[in-house]
T-cell receptor, first 112, second 113 residues
Framework: QKEVEQNSGPLSVPEGAIASLNCTYS??????FFWYRQYSGKSPELIMF????GDKEDGRFTAQLNKASQYVSLLIRDSQPSDSATYLC????????????FGRGTSLIVHP | DAGVTQSPTHLIKTRGQHVTLRCSPI?????VSWYQQVLGQGPQFIFQ???????GRGNFPDRFSARQFPNYSSELNVNALLLGDSALYLC????????????FGPGTRLLVL
């Protein structure tokens, strides 16, 4: 089992819909969780980080963390074509780790 | 403030050659990490440096080496290039505390022919 797993997609949603991206991780000791967005040919840019169980909202983005079930998700409300990108989940495996482990990313396509 | 900078942006080399990639972190950040990203995969960790000391190393061959300078900038060196080394090389900067956010530079795209 890989340490951080994401469905590679593509996930296709219509403009204005909610896009739901999921990520599971293997180590119960993980404490820091990040979502990055990566446009084709560009480097990853941070969208959100979350450390505590529950929801964290920032504009149209909501990160949800469930440590008991070992998953973290990203919801994008009112999806726009400009949200079309690959979304990378990163987890600091094992508490106190300095180095995040990345999933392979989920490709999101928002069609008009 | 300037973000993470990397040079060069693109590079073409032939098998067997050597390459040096450079990175300058965000001002005030003391940690630099290097990642390799091939098409369709997430970034794979290569090295992390903090205060000029290696703090972590990923599962890469000894052909890969790195160092960090007193001004916290860093170099990644790859010897005896293979076709499989073709990838996007990413540098990420952070203050250096466990679990904190890393910020990526624009990357260097390396093509080995």
């Amino acid at each position: 089992q890989k340490e951080v797993e994401q469905n590679s997609g593509p996930l296709s949603v219509p403009e204005g819909a909610i896009a739901s991206l999921n990520c599971t991780y293997s180590d119960r000791g993980s404490q820091s969780f990040f979502w990055y967005r990566q446009y084709s040919g560009k480097s990853p840019e941070l969208i959100m980080f979350i450390y505590s169980n529950g929801d964290k909202e920032d504009g149209r983005f909501t990160a949800q963390l469930n440590k008991a079930s070992q998953y973290v998700s990203l919801l994008i409300r009112d999806s726009q074509p400009s949200d079309s990108a690959t979304y990378l989940c990163a987890v600091n495996i094992r508490g106190g780790s300095y180095i995040p482990t990345f999933g392979r990313g989920t490709s999101l396509i928002v069609h008009p | 403030d300037a973000g993470v900078t990397q040079s060069p942006t693109h590079l073409i080399k032939t098998r067997g050659q050597h390459v040096t990639l450079r990175c300058s972190p965000i001002s005030g950040h003391k940690s630099v990490s290097w990642y390799q990203q091939v098409l369709g995969q997430g970034p794979q960790f290569i090295f992390q440096y903090y205060e000029k000391e290696e703090r972590g190393r990923g599962n890469f061959p000894d052909r890969f080496s790195a160092r960090q300078f007193p001004n916290y900038s860093s170099e990644l060196n790859v010897n005896a290039l293979l076709l499989g080394d073709s990838a996007l090389y990413l540098c990420a900067s952070s203050a250096g505390n466990p679990g904190e956010t890393q910020y990526f530079g624009p990357g260097t795209r390396l093509l080995v022919l």
